[in-house]
């Protein structure tokens, strides 16, 4: 970092007499460290504010850099007097598009039976060794499944989608749609106590009336 | 029970099952209707109150160590004499589960009001809330409890909207198209039919007991007291006390509120249910009993018929309104057994 301080005079034409220097506006002056801090006159100056001092430091600050001018338009081959351009040419492997496509089947084919083998090899190795200890909790079968295959496919990463924790499972059991509904039988005893109960008689008052024309009603639709 | 009786009337029951009162409405050999009504309340009491309940000449339900119960409007009386308060079976219109004691009152209770079948099988129509649309309540548990005591009462059973029954009663006249609204003590019931077809129907779960309990809230009273006051009977048109003046707000508060939902549910049936012609709005149910109530519906409904999104030819008063849900129910039961 320089240890070069700028100065610049805020308003007209400032003298630094003891450092022999006369700043015009819109000009700069640099002075060292240890010049600025001697010079009493650049001090009583800065206190009148007719002098701004500023660090002689570099800005680290890059500059943006230059845009460069998009173009407007995209430029494309046209076919000309030597006709359309060609276009560049495939590399030659020596091979025919269906001669790769039985390739790559072949590939396949033998990767699958290897993971295959790798797997079942795996799973049996794991049942065998969950029946060799009968104290031990029975294996769930999909995280046995899921462990085989992913020591198999070491980068394979299995999810295990039917691992749920009994709690949910019991709450579909309780909340799911078909949930059964309680209600008890021998509500209404034989030996039921008569109760007072009030009745009244009135005249059918349009009942009658009212049934047949729903009744007309209903066998009209 | 006597399941083979021969009778020349005609067959079916219908069941009002309220959270005030259960009323059952059948017809007799000589064309009248018969009504019979218990309180659906009860009170348990210790073995000690047996004597006294023996000398009034009180029915009551021996369990034993568990003491006794006493049951309907005896609960009430005996309620005051002990200065208790009557236990409900029902809730806001709906029986919760797990309510184990209120089963065997109930199934006394409905046993007493239907009676004996008048035939092996005799169909029973039993009133059914719709869901509210503003509480999470469970009507299947309460259906699926009334249907087994009425099938162990040897009847069959039949589940049926509260509300349409009012329809079915009221509305022969007008092709039973119309809006039937019971206001009951739990809830109140809504439904809107045209030509017998249902086109919406829900409830909503404020009724005679949300009245009573705000307007004891509101003036500093029990609920139990305004109740009675309510009963003693209440002009709306022209409260006379600060309790009448808090009863008559309540009731606009929720006739004002039925009327919203009615609004508000109908925008979701609006373009699938045509209205051809203006229909009517009967009103009904034990908390309409209170004196001017119609012109205070309307009253109500006039501030909103603007805004309605039906056009509405008359407001009026169910004829029977303390029986006109379970003579809609027995209307209905009687076609299950017309031969034609």
């Known amino acids: 970092m320089s240890d070069d301080y700028k100065l610049e005079s805020t308003g007209g034409v400032v003298v630094i007499a003891d450092l022999g220097i006369r700043l015009k506006p819109n000009e700069a002056a640099w002075v060292s460290r240890g010049d600025m801090q001697a010079s009493e006159c650049l001090r009583a100056l800065v206190r009148l504010e007719k002098v701004r001092v500023s660090s002689g430091a570099r ?62 090899a795996q799973f049996q190795q794991m049942l065998a060794t969950a029946s060799l200890q009968p104290a031990a909790p029975q294996p769930n079968i999909a995280d046995t499944v899921a462990q085989a295959v992913t020591q198999a496919l070491q980068s394979v990463s299995v999810p295990i989608a039917a691992q749920r924790p009994s709690s949910d499972i019991e709450d579909l059991i309780a909340g799911g749609p078909d949930e059964p509904l309680f209600i008890p039988t021998g509500i209404v005893k034989d030996t039921s106590e008569s109760l007072s109960v009030s009745s009244e008689s009135s005249t059918s008052g349009g009942l009658d009336d009212a049934a047949n024309a729903l009744k007309a009603l209903r066998k009209s639709k | ?73 005896a609960a009430m009386e005996m309620a005051n004499v002990f200065g208790r308060e009557a236990r409900r079976p029902l809730s806001q219109g709906l029986i919760s589960a797990g309510e184990m004691d209120a089963l065997d009152v109930l199934g006394v209770m409905i046993k007493n009001v239907l009676g004996d079948p008048a035939e092996e099988g005799e169909a029973c129509y039993f009133s059914v809330p719709a869901s509210p649309v503003d509480a999470d309540r469970d009507v299947v548990y309460h259906e699926g409890v009334f249907s087994r005591i009425v099938s162990e009462c040897g009847f069959t059973a039949y589940p049926s909207n509260e509300a ?46 949300w009245i009573d309990a705000g307007a004891a809230k509101a003036t500093g009273s029990t609920q139990s007291r305004i109740c009675a006051l309510k009963e003693k009977g209440i002009d709306l048109m022209n409260p006379q006390s600060r309790e009448e003046e808090a009863l008559a707000l309540y009731y606009k508060s929720l006739i004002s509120y039925c009327i919203d939902q009615t609004m508000r549910e109908f925008v979701k049936i609006k373009d699938r249910f045509s209205l051809p012609r203006p229909i009517p709005i009967v009103v009904s149910g034990g908390t309409s009993l209170a004196g001017n109530f119609v012109e205070f519906f309307t009253e109500v409904f006039e501030t909103k018929r603007k805004k309605f999104p039906f056009e509405v030819s008359e407001i009026r008063h169910a004829s029977d309104p303390l029986n006109a849900v379970a003579r809609g129910l027995l209307i209905q039961a009687m076609q299950e057994h017309d031969e034609d």
């Open chain 1, 59 to 120: 800005s680290r600050v890059s500059k943006d850099p230059i845009k460069k001018r998009m173009p407007t338009a995209v430029l494309r081959t046209r076919p000309n007097s030597r006709g359309v351009p060609a276009s560049p040419a495939t590399p030659k492997t020596g091979l025919s598009a269906e001669e790769a496509q039985v390739m790559a089947d072949r590939a396949a084919k033998a990767a699958a039976e290897k993971a295959v083998a790798a797997v079942t």
């Open chain 2, 164 to 209: 349409m029954a009012i329809v079915y009663a009221e509305t022969a006249a007008d092709g039973f198209s119309g809006l039937g609204i019971s206001f009951g003590s739990g809830m109140c019931n809504l439904a809107l039919a045209v030509s017998g077809v249902e086109g919406l129907c829900f409830s909503v779960a404020r009724g005679g007991d």
């Open chain 2, 1 to 73: 029970m006597s399941a083979k009786k021969k009778t020349s009337a005609p067959l079916g029951v219908g069941l009002d099952i309220g959270t005030m009162n259960i009323v059952s409405a059948r017809r007799q050999e000589d064309g009248s209707v018969e009504t019979s009504r218990v309180r659906d309340a009860f009170l348990d009491l210790d073995q000690s109150a047996k004597r006294m309940l023996k000398l009034s000449g009180v029915n009551y339900i021996d369990h034993g160590d568990d003491g006794i119960i006493v049951v309907g409007d």
